[in-house]
């Protein structure tokens, strides 16, 4: 596995490590995401995660491993809501309530494979191989729908809009894309990909 990402744009309110492999005693809270993962041990990211205020208990995460494949990211980033924590394995994202590791949301792309944060915003963007899914303080936000075929390219920011290419199979090329970071509204522009 690759060197995991450690990335932290947002305030949070726990300290989270990743460990090279699992503890030979495991700590009295351990949690496995997803729950009815079959063989999770197997290449699994093993998260030891110490929750912020009034004398929560450490917790171990164990976050099942997607794809080897080392284009799905594997590693740590803070949300916007300062309780979460995303871990992804493999391109398996998991957003974790660290005040109640119970609660946690599996991010529906399989994989996801770029992780972007637009701060400003408030957002976490998970980048899959059609769309973008927005996360908040909240929750999910917006869904993209489908941007490409198979394939986004992201370009940057700039101010409240993110723009890329997406791939299009009817005529083999990228086709631009402006997308609002506050509403998810998708704009196409002219300007011709590859």
């Given at each position: 596995?690759?060197?995991?990402?450690l990335?932290?744009p947002?305030?949070?309110?726990w300290?989270?490590?990743?460990?090279a492999?699992?503890?030979a005693?495991?700590?009295?809270?351990?949690?496995?995401y997803p729950r009815?993962?079959?063989?999770?041990?197997?290449?699994?990211?093993e998260v030891?995660?110490r929750p912020g205020g009034?004398?929560?208990?450490p917790?171990?995460?164990t976050?099942?491993l997607?794809?080897?494949?080392?284009?799905?990211?594997?590693?740590?980033?803070?949300?916007?809501?300062?309780?979460?924590?995303?871990?992804?394995?493999?391109?398996?994202?998991?957003?974790?309530?660290?005040s109640a590791?119970e609660r946690?949301?599996m991010?529906?792309?399989?994989p996801?494979?770029?992780?972007?944060?637009?701060?400003a915003?408030?957002?976490?963007?998970?980048?899959?191989?059609?769309?973008?899914?927005?996360w908040?303080?909240?929750?999910?936000v917006?869904?993209s729908?489908?941007?490409s075929?198979?394939?986004?390219t992201?370009h940057?920011?700039?101010?409240?809009?993110?723009?890329?290419?997406?791939?299009?199979?009817n005529?083999d090329r990228?086709v631009?894309?402006?997308?609002?970071?506050?509403?998810?509204q998708v704009m196409?522009t002219?300007?011709?990909?590859?």
């Amino acid at each position: 596995m690759a060197t995991p990402v450690l990335h932290f744009p947002f305030p949070h309110n726990w300290q989270a490590e990743v460990l090279a492999t699992r503890p030979a005693i495991l700590p009295a809270r351990h949690f496995v995401y997803p729950r009815e993962a079959e063989e999770v041990e197997r290449g699994a990211l093993e998260v030891m995660v110490r929750p912020g205020g009034d004398g929560r208990q450490p917790f171990l995460a164990t976050c099942a491993l997607g794809f080897r494949d080392p284009a799905a990211p594997t590693g740590l980033w803070s949300t916007p809501n300062p309780n979460e924590l995303c871990a992804i394995s493999g391109g398996y994202a998991y957003v974790i309530d660290t005040s109640a590791p119970e609660r946690f949301t599996m991010i529906p792309y399989r994989p996801v494979l770029q992780v972007l944060c637009a701060v400003a915003q408030g957002l976490t963007l998970f980048v899959g191989h059609h769309s973008i899914l927005a996360w908040g303080a909240q929750g999910r936000v917006w869904d993209s729908g489908k941007l490409s075929d198979e394939g986004i390219t992201i370009h940057g920011f700039a101010d409240d809009m993110l723009h890329g290419l997406g791939w299009e199979m009817n005529t083999d090329r990228d086709v631009p894309f402006a997308l609002n970071l506050r509403t998810g509204q998708v704009m196409r522009t002219t300007q011709s990909g590859r």
